[in-house]
């Protein structure tokens, strides 16, 4: 199996909690790396916006002196934005469906998040 | 000579295949290969060439919307006496079929030897005939036969000045056929995603086999496009430069589409685009200039493979901004363009003017350029492509 088609397998053993409408994954410095996105939204600008958030909230963190966030989560009335860092390299980020439980999403995102840090 | 209407892979088979000879589509399981074999021969077509598609793994009513998928007109009306599709499908599953080359027994080699010898014959002049997929073939008719078939079937469209291009996937079939399609089977080999395994984030094609010229070893990073079908592609091309330069008006007029993030007017995080020009597909990521988001565009200047360096003409001020700009986003040693943006401004700079005032190798090449009027971009990107392509 190739690292890509690994990385697919993360995805869509992420994308089995339910509730979830996007996933990707990309470089931390917003290459795309492997997308499930419904046939919604243009995966590349997805994880183009994505590196640069998360690159942009450890930046403001990092500047008080704090430690580099877990995650960044955005909450819109219909869905919520997760995304979080997967090793030194990679990035992980998901749309979710509007009423999601975040808990579950976010279990399961860390443990998505691990996996990808050990394959990349 | 019949172009394939693959970029780049024209120059080099240098020039397209000559007439007589064959080519094979390598593609590894994975990645869609079909589109290299349908690419060619619209392009042979469009161009006024005869051409015919073996049909063996769909039905031949479907072929012309998986063209026009692309883009590529085939319909009867258009290219009704110059391309014809011959159907190797129905006969598997007992359907009716409309066209005029039915295979009656598409599991049986000699069934297909037959109809594909009536089609070689039959083609008014010296076209090309392309195989949908030669792995079904084989799997329908046997490895073996199929390869004894395929050097029977080459060698008689020598004797007519056909082309033969096969599509070929390279399913876990023997050792030895695997090694056949890639060695004797035909006069060149043009493997697809071969490399994928060192590089995730694309599929490659290169030449693995050309026995009429020198062989030139270089592997290209593709893409397909819906519809625009076999690019070249550049997954990210950096676009800086200081303040008010107008990076964002030469992402947004360079890109089919492009959003940015911006507040009053100054890009605060990044504009992206993508590109799809002349044969080539790119996706630019462009910087704010202030220098207060310096951080961030170190962060996400990794990875490029080319860089853009846009100054305002009518401001020297910011020049120095601009190299620092390169610096921070460590772009010395990639390929890197100037454009000298708003030439039309009365007090602008010509670009000689500007090359003294920079402090840059001589080599970088500086592009006068009106972005917000889309003059000059695409001479700019062509030459930043043209650079990429000869560092990789």
């Not at chain 1, 199996?1 to 931390?28: C, F, H, N, P, Y």
């Not at chain 2, 161009?47 to 998986?66: E, L, N």
């Not at chain 2, 943006?341 to 003294?356: R, W």
């Amino acid at each position: 199996m190739s690292t890509s088609e690994m990385l697919v397998k993360v995805l869509g053993d992420l994308q089995k909690i339910g509730e979830i409408e996007a996933s990707a994954i990309a470089t931390r410095d917003g290459l795309l790396m492997s997308a499930d996105m419904h046939a919604k939204g243009d995966p590349e600008t997805f994880v183009a916006m994505s590196a640069t958030m998360l690159g942009a909230a450890e930046t403001a963190t990092s500047e008080l002196g704090k430690d580099v966030p877990n995650r960044v989560i955005v909450e819109t009335d219909d869905g919520k934005l997760i995304c979080m860092g997967a090793g030194p390299k990679a990035l992980v980020v998901v749309m979710t469906a509007p009423g999601a439980g975040l808990g579950l999403v976010l279990v399961e995102m860390t443990k998505s998040a691990e996996k990808i840090a050990k394959l990349i | 000579m019949i172009e394939t209407g693959i970029p780049k892979l024209d120059g080099y088979l240098h020039g397209g295949i000559p007439e007589g000879n064959s080519l094979v589509y390598y593609a590894y399981p994975g990645v869609d290969g079909g589109v290299f074999g349908m690419q060619t021969i619209s392009h042979a077509v469009s161009g006024g060439r005869c051409g015919a598609y073996i049909a063996s793994s769909t039905d031949p009513r479907m072929i012309r919307d998986q063209f026009m998928e692309f883009g590529w007109d085939m319909g009867e009306s258009v290219f009704a006496d110059r391309f014809t599709v011959v159907d190797a499908f129905s006969g598997l599953i007992g359907a009716d079929s409309q066209e005029r080359y039915v295979v009656p027994e598409p599991d049986n080699i000699n069934s297909l030897t037959q109809c594909i010898k009536q089609v070689i014959e039959e083609m008014p002049e010296p076209g090309i005939i392309v195989f949908e997929s030669l792995s079904t073939v084989m799997d329908l008719c046997g490895e073996k036969e199929t390869l004894d078939a395929v050097l029977e079937w080459n060698k008689y469209a020598m004797l007519y000045d056909h082309v033969m291009v096969y599509n070929f996937t390279a399913w876990p079939y023997s050792e030895e056929t695997l090694l056949q399609v890639k060695g004797d089977a035909c006069n060149s080999v043009v493997s697809v995603g071969g490399i994928s395994e060192k590089v995730i984030f694309g599929w490659y094609f290169g030449l693995l086999k050309l026995d009429w010229a020198e062989m030139i070893r270089k592997w290209v990073l593709f893409k397909i496009l819906k519809p625009g079908g076999v690019r070249i592609y550049i997954p990210k091309i950096l676009v800086t430069g200081p303040f008010d330069a107008g990076k964002s008006t030469v992402v947004h007029a360079l890109s089919n589409r492009a959003v940015s993030v911006d507040r009053l007017g100054t890009t605060i995080a990044l504009d992206h685009g993508h590109i799809d020009h002349n044969g080539f597909a790119a996706d630019v990521f462009g910087t704010p200039g202030q220098e207060r988001f310096d951080p961030i565009v170190k962060l996400l200047s990794g990875e490029a493979m080319g860089v853009f360096l846009v100054l305002d003409s009518a401001n020297a001020t910011g020049f120095a901004r601009g190299v620092r700009m390169l610096e921070i986003t460590e772009s010395f040693g990639l390929p890197v363009v100037v454009i000298a943006n708003k030439q039309d401004l009365p007090e602008a700079l010509a670009p000689e003017e500007i090359k003294t005032r920079l402090d840059i190798p001589e080599s970088v090449p500086i592009v006068p350029a009106v972005a917000s009027a889309r003059e000059g971009v695409f001479e700019a990107f062509e030459m930043l492509v043209e650079m990429v392509m000869g560092v990789n």
